[in-house]
């Protein structure tokens, strides 16, 4: 997949999210913000209470969807036959496409009503969703390649060892400007005080200031608008590397905690899903099936 039709895909799922979540918030919002007590009066009762034909068919898709990003993202990950069904990347990006729309076609399921064994399913579900944007960030901050393999030590040191070669050659840069950069770039971690947190505001405030310095450099040499504008693009993704370079130990340190938080509370929404939905059809409660 190239990088423009990667953009689009991951546009494609964005707004299919965000259409799909708008579109029945906007539809049943008049139903949702009814007392509870007032609801079987309201027109919409019949089809968006969790029994109705649009409240329940949002309950099964939802879960469906859930059901699919879990098992198959995790399919992907540990067998070896579906290793050719395209990047580990990209199933994880449609994993969270579907982990994220799934919860939220559950919530109007619920009909923002939810109580006993359910709730609890429910605020697992929430804590799931939750740490997976905390998951995500983690994962953004290791660094892989463009297949979403995470690059070992060595791989690190030759992109760090060949970057300023690379950008002298490429854009046939002066002696002095090369020492420039490589100077720039020297920021010692043991100078950052405080929690791991306090050292990444000051680390971020670092690079904001980084950025700067070597924009103001980059203008005082007779460089054109658009190389400036290329070389500018290229260094940032050198400052990110970097950072995330300096912080990989305790990055790592992170996703295993994040496993240990993630795995149970989806594995216990679930399983509660699971009793839900088999007790809802031994009562009876059919769909169009």
Same mark, same amino acid.
């Given at each position: 997949?190239?990088?423009?039709?990667?953009?689009?895909?991951?546009?494609?799922?964005?707004?299919?999210?965000?259409?799909?979540?708008?579109?029945? %918030?906007?539809? /049943?919002?008049?139903?949702?913000?009814?007392?509870?007590?007032?609801?079987?009066?309201?027109?919409?009762?019949?089809?968006?209470?969790?029994s109705g034909f649009?409240?329940?068919?949002?309950?099964?898709?939802?879960?469906?969807?859930?059901?699919? /990003?879990?098992?198959?993202?995790?399919?992907?990950?540990?067998?070896?036959?579906?290793?050719?069904? /395209?990047?580990?990347?990209?199933?994880?990006?449609?994993?969270?496409?579907?982990?994220?729309? /799934?919860?939220f076609?559950?919530?109007y399921?619920?009909?923002?009503k939810?109580?006993g064994?359910?709730?609890?399913?429910?605020?697992?579900?929430v804590?799931?969703?939750?740490?997976g944007?905390?998951?995500?960030?983690i994962?953004?901050?290791?660094?892989?390649?463009?297949?979403?393999?995470?690059?070992?030590?060595?791989?690190?040191?030759?992109?760090?060892?060949s970057? +300023?070669?690379?950008?002298?050659?490429?854009?046939?840069?002066?002696?002095? *400007?090369?020492?420039?950069?490589?100077?720039?770039?020297v920021?010692?971690?043991?100078?950052?005080?405080g929690?791991?947190?306090?050292?990444m505001?000051?680390? *971020?405030? +670092?690079?904001?200031?980084?950025?700067?310095?070597?924009?103001?450099?980059?203008?005082?040499?007779?460089?054109?608008?658009?190389?400036c504008?290329?070389?500018?693009?290229?260094?940032?993704?050198?400052?990110?590397?970097?950072?995330?370079i300096a912080?990989?130990?305790?990055?790592?340190?992170?996703?295993?905690?994040?496993?240990?938080?993630?795995?149970p509370?989806?594995?216990?929404? *679930?399983?509660?899903?699971?009793?839900?939905?088999?007790?809802?059809?031994l009562f %009876?409660?059919?769909?169009?099936?």
């Amino acid at each position: 997949m190239s990088p423009i039709a990667h953009r689009i895909y991951l546009l494609t799922l964005t707004v299919i999210a965000l259409a799909v979540t708008l579109a029945v %918030g906007i539809y /049943g919002a008049n139903y949702y913000q009814t007392n509870l007590e007032e609801r079987f009066f309201h027109d919409q009762n019949e089809i968006l209470k969790p029994s109705g034909f649009v409240g329940h068919g949002l309950g099964i898709t939802g879960s469906f969807m859930m059901l699919v /990003g879990v098992f198959g993202y995790m399919a992907r990950k540990r067998f070896r036959s579906l290793s050719r069904l /395209g990047l580990l990347k990209h199933w994880l990006e449609f994993h969270i496409f579907l982990c994220t729309l /799934g919860p939220f076609l559950v919530l109007y399921h619920t009909a923002f009503k939810f109580g006993g064994l359910v709730a609890i399913s429910f605020w697992s579900m929430v804590a799931v969703v939750a740490s997976g944007v905390v998951g995500r960030f983690i994962y953004l901050q290791i660094p892989r390649t463009i297949e979403g393999r995470e690059l070992n030590l060595s791989e690190l040191s030759h992109k760090k060892t060949s970057f +300023f070669s690379d950008l002298k050659e490429k854009f046939a840069l002066e002696d002095d *400007l090369i020492s420039f950069l490589s100077n720039a770039f020297v920021s010692e971690e043991d100078l950052y005080q405080g929690s791991f947190f306090s050292k990444m505001r000051q680390r *971020l405030r +670092f690079e904001k200031i980084l950025r700067r310095n070597i924009k103001q450099e980059l203008l005082q040499h007779n460089l054109s608008k658009k190389v400036c504008k290329r070389m500018i693009k290229i260094i940032s993704a050198e400052i990110v590397l970097t950072r995330r370079i300096a912080w990989l130990e305790t990055m790592h340190k992170f996703l295993e905690h994040w496993h240990v938080i993630h795995l149970p509370f989806a594995l216990i929404m *679930l399983v509660i899903m699971v009793i839900h939905v088999a007790v809802v059809a031994l009562f %009876g409660y059919t769909w169009i099936f």
